[in-house]
Antibody, heavy 124, light 110 residues
Framework: QVRLVESGGGVVQPGKSLRLSCAAS????????MHWVRQAPGKGLEWVAA???????????NYADSVKGRFTISRDNSKNMVYLHMNSLRPEDTALYYC??????????????WGQGTTVTVSS | QSVLTQSPSASGTPGQRVTISCSGS????????VNWYQQLPGTAPKLLIY???QRPSGVPDRFSGSKSGTSASLAFSGLQSEDEADYYC???????????FGGGTKLTVL
């Protein structure tokens, strides 16, 4: 059974940093693309970042313009974990953050399995 | 302002056929496959349709997807009360080099 469990959310002041984690199980993690998607309170879905498998143990990242230069997505294949390192947080980053698995190795096919999310609140 | 355009709301009565649309451009829907997601209140999104018209295992065949040019549609062949939810289209955008979502359509079953 494919399962994704997010953790690491919380309340943080503007300008501070936070790291989200996603524990994956039930599928071949090393060759799966992985995403972070967020949803602000009462709003729609916003894709944040993806980390894709390019073969030969190489991975590449893509980011939404709204987080580029501030957020970094990474993975630890030995632990089946995906992370989202968030720096210079802003109030508009307040959202429920979902971890999701891609249908394929990259980010182009889209998400098929989603976690339950972890909440990030940026407020002074 | 979402890259993909969806009507904010749609409605129908039980048993009715309803269609939700998603409009994009040549850099996204026109050159990539489309997925549809269902989000019931207070829950995580669920994949409903992938690669334009494919249903994951367990999704009833009364849900169908289609794509033509730079637009895509999600159809409900016989609306049920449990279909009341938010629905999102999503695809890859080659110009943005990013995954994009529509703004979502809130479906109400009258």
């Amino acid at each position: 059974q494919v399962r994704l469990v997010e953790s690491g959310g919380g309340v943080v002041q503007p300008g501070k940093s936070l790291r989200l984690s996603c524990a994956a199980s039930g599928f071949t993690f090393t060759t799966s693309g992985m995403h972070w998607v967020r949803q602000a309170p009462g709003k729609g879905l916003e894709w944040v970042a993806a980390i894709s498998y390019d073969g030969d143990n190489r991975y590449y990242e893509n980011y939404a313009d709204s987080v580029k230069g501030r957020f970094t997505i990474s993975r630890d294949n030995s632990k089946n974990m995906v992370y989202l390192h968030m720096n210079s947080l802003r109030p508009e980053d307040t959202a429920l953050y979902y971890c999701a698995k891609d249908l394929g190795r990259g980010a182009r096919r889209g998400m098929d399995v989603w976690g339950q999310g972890t909440t990030v609140t940026v407020s002074s | 302002q979402s890259v993909l355009t969806q009507s904010p709301s749609a409605s129908g009565t039980p048993g009715q056929r309803v269609t939700i649309s998603c409009s994009g451009s040549s850099s996204n829907i026109g050159s990539s496959t489309v997925n549809w997601y269902q989000q019931l209140p207070g829950t995580a999104p669920k994949l409903l349709i992938y690669t334009n018209n494919q249903r994951p295992s367990g999704v009833p065949d009364r849900f169908s997807g289609s794509k033509s040019g730079t637009s895509a549609s999600l159809a409900f062949s016989g609306l049920q009360s449990e279909d009341e939810a938010d629905y999102y289209c999503s695809t890859w955008d080659d110009s943005l080099n990013a995954r994009v979502f529509g703004g979502g359509t809130k479906l109400t079953v009258l």
